[in-house]
């Protein structure tokens, strides 16, 4: 379970129905050591562990049954935000399936790694966004922390380049296209993962376990922001 941030908990969160939506980075993959291949994070996955967090911090009142949250893993690995069968495609499906109070959206970096650009990219996301609010889902999107080169070792004969120029631009897109919508917030992954490298794997793409446990983090700490209730009446 990842710890919280510091901070006044709410006394209980408006919202208990989640739906984590993206590619792999919100499955769950982690990077083998020399980046050869994926493996599946299984419970080190953020979605697990902000269930773990929202069910361990935001009981409800005392004296009553414990309240318990959903957060549904929707992750596709490999998935685009662009295309009928990319994330656009995809999300009123996902939402008519688990009508959750809350979308926690994490997608764009694989349509930036095969040469699709910010503008398509971000364009797709707010169609996202568009079906999210149509089906008056509140959608917390996320910045994308910073991706690094990686070359497979011994030969280094293929390298991957993980769209890491393009992250900067791609997140000043998505702040732009928060910006002024009801119900729509960021959540800073690019702020809260740094640009050290200490929260991403060897592939230079996928967070490692401190990673994920930080994601999950953050995540918590906008959703109590976005749906805390702090009044005594609950």
């Given at each position: 379970?990842?710890?919280?941030?510091?901070?006044?908990?709410?006394?209980?969160?408006?919202?208990t129905?989640?739906?984590?939506?993206?590619?792999?980075?919100?499955?769950?993959?982690?990077?083998?050591?020399?980046?050869?291949?994926?493996?599946?994070?299984?419970p080190?996955?953020?979605?697990?562990?902000?269930?773990?967090a929202?069910?361990?911090?935001?009981?409800?009142?005392?004296?009553?049954?414990?309240r318990?949250?959903?957060?549904?893993?929707?992750?596709?690995?490999g998935?685009?935000?662009?295309?009928s069968?990319?994330?656009?495609g995809?999300?009123?499906?996902?939402?008519?399936?688990?009508?959750p109070?809350?979308?926690?959206?994490?997608?764009?970096?694989?349509?930036?790694?095969?040469?699709?650009?910010?503008?398509?990219t971000?364009?797709?996301l707010?169609?996202?966004?568009?079906?999210?609010?149509?089906?008056?889902v509140?959608?917390?999107?996320?910045?994308?922390f910073?991706?690094?080169?990686?070359?497979?070792?011994?030969?280094n004969?293929?390298?991957?380049?993980?769209?890491r120029q393009?992250?900067?631009p791609?997140?000043?897109?998505i702040?732009?296209?928060?910006t002024?919508?009801q119900?729509?917030?960021?959540?800073?992954?690019y702020?809260?993962?740094?640009?050290?490298?200490a929260?991403?794997?060897?592939?230079?793409?996928?967070?490692?376990?401190?990673?994920?446990?930080r994601?999950?983090?953050?995540?918590?700490?906008?959703?109590?922001a976005?749906?805390?209730?702090?009044?005594?009446?609950?």
């Amino acid at each position: 379970m990842p710890p919280r941030d510091p901070g006044p908990i709410p006394s209980s969160l408006g919202a208990t129905r989640f739906l984590a939506f993206g590619d792999s980075i919100t499955w769950g993959s982690l990077s083998a050591y020399d980046a050869s291949f994926l493996y599946d994070a299984g419970p080190w996955a953020y979605p697990p562990r902000l269930k773990q967090a929202l069910d361990f911090f935001h009981p409800g009142p005392a004296g009553q049954t414990p309240r318990t949250y959903t957060v549904v893993n929707a992750g596709e690995p490999g998935e685009w935000a662009f295309g009928s069968f990319g994330g656009e495609g995809r999300i009123q499906s996902e939402i008519t399936a688990h009508r959750p109070h809350g979308l926690l959206l994490l997608e764009g970096i694989n349509d930036l790694a095969n040469e699709q650009s910010i503008s398509q990219t971000v364009t797709a996301l707010g169609h996202i966004i568009n079906t999210a609010r149509a089906n008056n889902v509140t959608v917390l999107i996320a910045t994308m922390f910073q991706t690094y080169e990686t070359c497979i070792p011994p030969e280094n004969v293929e390298c991957r380049d993980n769209a890491r120029q393009l992250v900067v631009p791609f997140n000043d897109a998505i702040r732009q296209l928060a910006t002024g919508r009801q119900n729509v917030y960021i959540v800073d992954l690019y702020a809260a993962l740094g640009t050290n490298h200490a929260y991403v794997g060897a592939d230079g793409l996928h967070p490692n376990e401190a990673g994920y446990e930080r994601i999950a983090t953050t995540f918590l700490a906008r959703i109590e922001a976005v749906f805390g209730i702090r009044s005594s009446f609950q």
